[in-house]
C-alpha cells in the first residue's frame, strides 16, 4: 500500500471508489456496510483484513464524514456501541486470527449485537470478586460455564458475549480469571428480563448453566482475564463518557430546549443554575474531544475514568433541574409499560424518564465510587486504599 493512500486524500479517493461500485440509493443497506468494511474504512486505524488499512486513527473522522455527505448509511452505532466500543478493541489486541476474521466484520455490520457479562450479584463494584466458574473438560479442551451475570444490557437480542470467570479459585482474585468470548444463542444460557425504574427492561441477568465455551474463544492467557478485562473496561468508560457532540448535544440540549420554549416556567434562579451546568456540559464535551484526540495516537487510559465520572454527574443535575423547570408538568410520565428496546435513548422520550434514567448513569459503566478511587490513585497519584485481600485465595475470601 502506498504511503500517499494513507492519507486523507489517499482515504478520500478509497471513500469515491466504494460509492462509484455501490451506489447507496440502490445497494441493499447489508451489502453495503459489508463493501465499507471489505475497503478497509470501518475502523482505518485496524488492520489489513479485519476492517481497516493501518492508517492514522485521526483519519476516521474524514472517511465518516465523506460517506455521510453522500448518504450512504451507517451501521446504527447507538444499538450495537457494546460491539464497537467494548469487544471489538479486546478481541483485536487478544483475540487469535482466525477469531478475528470470524468476528469482527459482522460485529461491525451490526449482523451481530454483542453483550457484556462482568458484573455478577456478588461482584459489582469488587469486580475481581466474581464467582461464574469455567472448569476445562480435559476431554474436549472446552470450557465448561456455571455462574449467573446481571445488569447485562442488550443479553435479549445479542448473539455474542464477552465473558470473564473464575478459573482458578486458589490463588487471590484477581490472578484467577479468564476471559472468553461465549455463544449467547447456545444451549444453557438464560436471559432474563430486569424491569427498571423507568418501566423498560433494557438490562437483564443471565444465567449460565454447563454452557460450552471451545478453548480458541479465549482471550489472553488462562488466569490473565483481569488485564484483558481492564482494556474492556477503559474502552468502555470513553465510549459512555468521550462520545463525540455537537453543542447542545445529548442532555444539556433537552433542557436548553425545554427552558427556551416555556418560558413561563422561567425563574432567575433557575436561570443561574442552567447556565451553570450548561457551562459544565460544554467543557464536557470540550474535554470528550481532546480526549478522542489523545485515543488517535495511543490507548485509552484512565483518563476515560474521568470522562465517565463527569458525563454521569452533569447529565443527572441537568434531568433533575428540567424537572424543576417544568414542576407539576414533571409528575406526568407518558409510558411505564414493560418494553425491553433494542437500544438505550438517553435523551428518548419526556422529562421523567430523562431523570429516572439518568440515574442509572453513576452506576453502569463503572459505579462513580470505583471511578475516584481510579482517578485518586492513578491520575493523580495519591496512596491506594488499604488491602486486606491482596495475598488470599478467592476461595478464603467472605462471601
Known sequence: MSEKSLDAEGLRARVADVLATHDPATTDRLEFLRARFDAGLAWVHFP??????????????????EFAAAGAPDNNPRRIGI????????????????LKQRLLRPLWTGEEVWCQLFSEPGAG???????????????????????QKVWTSSAHTAQWAILVTRTDPDVPKHRGMTYFVLDMTQPGVEVRPLRQITGEAEFNEVFLTDARIPDAQRLGEVGAGWQVAQTTLMNERVAIGGNAQPREGGMAGKVAG???DRPELRTP??????????????????????????????????EGSGMKLAFATVAQELAALELEILGEDALRY????MRRPELVD??????????????GNSIEGGTSEVLRNIISERVLGLPAEPRTDKDVAWKDLPR
Open 258 to 260: 425545554t427552558w427556551r
Open 125 to 147: 463494584s469488587d469486580l475481581a470478586a466474581l464467582a461464574t466458574r469455567a472448569v476445562r473438560d480435559e476431554g474436549t479442551g472446552d470450557w465448561i460455564v456455571n455462574g
Open 346 to 359: 438517553f435523551t428518548g422520550r419526556e422529562a421523567g424518564y430523562r431523570y429516572l434514567r439518568s440515574k
Open 83 to 98: 460491539g464497537l466500543g467494548m469487544a471489538a478493541p479486546t478481541i483485536l489486541k487478544f483475540g487469535g486470527e482466525e
Open 48 to 65: 489489513v483484513g479485519l476492517g481497516g488499512l493501518d492508517a492514522p486513527r485521526e483519519l476516521q473522522a474524514a472517511v465518516d464524514a
Open 269 to 302: 434562579e433557575l436561570r443561574d443554575r442552567l447556565v451553570k451546568l450548561w457551562a459544565e456540559a460544554e467543557a464536557f464535551r470540550l474535554a470528550g474531544s481532546r480526549l478522542r484526540q489523545q485515543l488517535a495516537v495511543g490507548q485509552p487510559g484512565p
Open 334 to 337: 407518558d409510558d411505564w409499560s
